[in-house]
């Protein structure tokens, strides 16, 4: 199994980035991916999360209708829009992978990780 995500940088408040994280090792279809955040001294949140199975999406509260995740399928690729970022916005984002659609939110869920790319908003 491999989960690469890419796309991180910085940029200034207001901006937008899109991450992507590229599978490949399992079969795609089959897969919940999730972005998820660490900000330096918090735990490791849920951003946004897909499931290839029913295409059900979860957005955290603190995304909605600033982030869009989405998906394709040729490339086992999932993309995460961010616009209207803000400093808080900052952390290491990492995408994960879990067979199922069940408990898309929940970290532990999650079988297999990438390394993460980071993320920097400027004020």
């Known amino acids: 199994v491999r989960i690469v995500e890419s796309g991180g940088g910085v940029v200034q408040a207001g901006g937008s980035l899109r991450l992507s994280c590229a599978t490949s090792?399992?079969?795609?279809?089959?897969?919940?991916i999730g972005w998820f955040r660490q900000a330096p001294g918090k735990e490791r949140e849920a951003v946004s999360c897909?499931?290839?199975?029913?295409?059900?999406?979860y957005y955290a509260d603190s995304v909605k209708g600033r982030f869009t995740i989405s998906r394709d399928n040729a490339k086992n690729t999932v993309y995460l829009q961010m616009n209207s970022l803000k400093p808080e916005d900052t952390a290491v984002y990492y995408c994960?992978?879990?067979?199922?659609?069940?408990?898309?939110?929940?970290?532990?869920?999650?079988?297999?990780w990438g390394q993460g790319t980071q993320v920097t908003v400027s004020s």
């Open positions: 090792g399992f079969t795609f279809g089959d897969y919940t």
């Open positions: 994960a992978a879990h067979v199922g659609a069940q408990a898309m939110g929940v970290t532990n869920e999650y079988d297999y």
């Open positions: 897909l499931s290839n199975r029913d295409g059900i999406r």
